[in-house]
């Protein structure tokens, strides 16, 4: 089972590597990781996904609210919520399949930000899901390079499931 | 100066907390950090920005190449480069706010991801400028959270500055 876990942290030297060494030593099996600035300067939000069950979650958790510099830790998905990641790729494509690729990437509501004479660079984000089902649509072009940048997430507004715009547009393209 | 480092990494346990130990140990100011997967299963890819010269730089990049896990290293803001954050985030805004909330969201090429009776859940990519004016624009509304992924680099396939999407709709609203 895979949980995305969201800690606040303080933004000081060593906290990352604080953290990261605690997982590795512990040998939990951390799958993505993304750490970014929050809307408080001194905070940054780091949001990573740990394989395993409900033990070994409620483990993570108690290790890392040990370190001081960690603030708050959230388990999002118990809740209600949304996911993104954010993907650059860069694709073979000469002026005969350039069509061919650009209409993919309108179909997945992607967008085109570099283009030379035989490549073509696309920006995507999304559920993990539908950038996985991008890969493998631009993978018979050839994938010349990509970077990711790991799991986002927040838990949704209401206990409702409000519309997600990313829902649509890849699974009825 | 800033600079944006790619790290191609081999996906063993340890290799971050290997890095960001070093990282830390010798007191490199790191400003974000991403980390996610590639087109090739064992290899994960850390897009990190790193603030000093090129002196700081070149310390950087050989203490990585020291690491048996660490593939590759490049200086993706040395050449011509596309870079890309995500971040997703909750204002407040009651229904007579909701319509400028969605106005300003399409002006930055941004998404509703979701909405419940007194907040709108935004997904935005872009350059880091375009992802702080957005948060400036969001503030007067009332910010509840947000959460970044970091930034990710590309280096252009050409020499030439091809268009870049993302660079008209929030320069001329």
């Known amino acids: ?8 942290v303080q933004n000081v030297p060593g906290v990352l590597s604080h953290i990261s060494g605690m997982l590795a030593s512990r040998g939990y099996n951390i799958d993505s990781l993304a750490v970014g600035e929050t ?7 780091m949001t990573f996904v740990v394989v395993g069950d409900d ?4 483990q993570v958790r108690k290790q890392l609210e040990k370190i001081v510099t960690v603030v708050r830790v959230d388990d ?15 694709v073979a494509a000469a002026r005969g399949q350039r069509s061919e690729v650009r209409e993919l990437t309108e179909i997945f509501r992607a967008r085109v930000v570099d283009v030379s004479a035989d ?7 999304g559920q993990e899901k539908k950038i996985e089902a991008f890969i493998e649509m631009m993978r018979p072009f050839g ?24 829902e649509g547009p890849f699974e009825h393209p």
């Open 143 to 166: 994938i010349i390079e990509l970077v990711r940048t790991g799991r986002i997430a927040m838990v949704r507004g209401g206990n409702h499931q409000s519309r997600d715009e990313d």
């Open 76 to 90: 999002v998905s118990a809740q209600n919520f949304v996911e993104r990641d954010l993907m650059l790729i860069k």
């Open 55 to 58: 033990k070994v979650l409620e």
């Open 39 to 45: 809307e408080t300067p001194h905070l940054s939000r």
């Open 119 to 125: 490549m073509v660079m696309i920006e995507i984000s």
């Open 1 to 8: 089972m895979r949980h995305v876990v969201s800690a606040l």
